[in-house]
Every structure is written in C-alpha cells, then in structure tokens.
C-alpha cells in the first residue's frame, strides 16, 4: 500500500540531492507538497533533479553548496529562506567513499606485496572521505538546524551504511566515518529531543550508484569479486533498488506516523546486517 506522506508548507534541505540516493528521495518527496532545496556541489546534477522534481507536480529548486564549506551554506540558507521560507527537514545525503581510501586487498599477509596495501594509504584520502561523510553532515546540520528551533513537527534523517555496524573491508576511513554518523545522529536525537527536533538515520545496504559503481562492476559492466561476494552476503541475493528506501524515509519524516521515533538507525539491506554468512 501506497505511504502518503503530507509535508504541506514544511520546507526540507536535501545534501547531496544531486545524486542517486537523493535524487530519488527528492522525487519520491514531490507528492509530499513539500517545498524541497536541492543542494549539490555538482548544481548541474541538482538542476537536473529539481527540474524532474517540478515535472511530477512537486516544487523544488537547486542550488550550488559544499557541505563542507560553513560560509557557502549559510548563503545558500539566506536563498532557501527568501525562497521558501524557514528550514523544517534537513536529509543530511552528501558523502560516498574514494578510491585514495580504498586498499587493494581485503586482508594483509606478511611476505606478500600489493598494489595498495594499508601502509600506502594516502592520509588525505582518507582525510577527505573523513571530512566528506562526518563533517559534511556535522556542518549542514549546525546551519539548517538553526531554522528548526522553537518550531514543531521538525527532523533530521542522517544517511549511514552497513559498513557502520561492522566494518566492510578495503574501506578504513568510510567504515569509520559512517559508524561516526550512526553514533552522532544519537547524539543529536538525545541533544534536540528538549528543542522537538527528531533526528534518525538509514543505514542503506546495496545500492548501485556512482560512488560505488567501479568497486561493483568491472569496465565491461561484469561484476566485479566483490559484489559476488555481497550478493552472497545478502540473503535477498540481490542489490536493493532505489525505491525501496522510501518506505523507510517517508515513515521517518513523517510527524504522524513516527512522532515518537528519535535516535535510531534502520538497515535497508535485504538482510545483510542479520546475515552471519553462516
Ligand atoms: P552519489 O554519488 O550518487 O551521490 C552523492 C552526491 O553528493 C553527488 O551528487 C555529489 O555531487 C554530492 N557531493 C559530493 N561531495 C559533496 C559536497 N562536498 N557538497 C555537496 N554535495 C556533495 O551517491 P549515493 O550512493 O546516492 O550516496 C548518497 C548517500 O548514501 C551517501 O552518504 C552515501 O555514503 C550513502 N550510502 C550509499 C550506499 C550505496 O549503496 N550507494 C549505501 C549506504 C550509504
């Protein structure tokens, strides 16, 4: 059955609405009659989802902003509010891994030499991934949640990973910086509950989209090592479309059905979290 979820007159920021998980929350938000900000640092990208946003009836604009840069929020701020009106949902969406963090090998035999191994790591990578997945939501919220005081029926929803909850390998500084968000979005569900404000998470499983693509699918578009190695992890043995997020953010937003639910973190992941392997 079909979730309406009613957001008349709330206006909601999206990071990384540019992209495929956003992009789509975005879209999936259109019936909604919210008023959505697309941010992006790619404002092509926001362009284009804002545009298919407005083409299915739903009001959205995009604008230009780097999750990491606090002055260029809190202009894009200023925009939403002459536009829409104050901030009252913030989906905190920008992040993704990079290959400067990523080894080559899963685990490290001694005697054995590897194109990437832990020791070559590059620190700013991993800085960069750290800053992009931590910080890039740690900012946003400090700006947007600014609008959200001392008004009623507002939230946050955090996008965190399966590599939060035990740690995929190759991917040091995602894994961790992920598991920082499902830990921070505690802490902010626990810091705002006095101000009204609930703040959750999804922890989205597999999911093929651009930051991921090349560790999935090889040039030629076979599947790499390791998605076989997922899709055998996963007991639904198969990757997770976009549209079955959906049902889990729009029951988080909604002030209705989730009044009550603050500080959690919900697996969308086809069972890969309850899975042993075993
Ligand atoms: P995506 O690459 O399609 O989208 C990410 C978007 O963020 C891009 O449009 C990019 O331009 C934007 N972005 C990057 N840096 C930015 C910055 N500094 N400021 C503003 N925007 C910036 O990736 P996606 O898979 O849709 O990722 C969305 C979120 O979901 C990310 O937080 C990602 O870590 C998380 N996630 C994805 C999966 C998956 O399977 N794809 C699984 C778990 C969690």
Known sequence: MEFNLDLTNKVVVITGAGGIICGGIAKALAPSK??????????????KVASEVNAIGGTAKAYKANVLEKASLEEVKEAINKDFGTVDILINGAGGNNPRATTSNETNEVGVTYEKDFFALDESGVRFVFDL???GTFIPTQVFAKDMLGKKG????NISSMNAFTPLTKIP?????????SNFTEWLAVHFAPSHI???AIAPGFFVTNQN???LF???????????KILAATPMKRFGEIDEIMGAVKLLLSEENASFITGTVIPIDGGFNAYSGV
Not at 34 to 47: F, G, S, T, V
Not at 173 to 181: Q, T, V, W
């Open 198 to 200: 609930r703040v959750n």
């Open 154 to 157: 507002c939230s946050i929803l």
């Open 34 to 47: 919210a008023k959505i900000a697309i941010l992006d640092l790619n404002l092509e990208a926001a362009e």
């Open 133 to 135: 997945n931590f910080l």
């Open 218 to 228: 090889k040039e030629d578009g076979t599947p790499t090592a390791r998605t076989e």
């Open 173 to 181: 500084a995602y894994s961790a910086a992920k598991a920082g968000i």
């Open 213 to 215: 693509r090349a560790l």
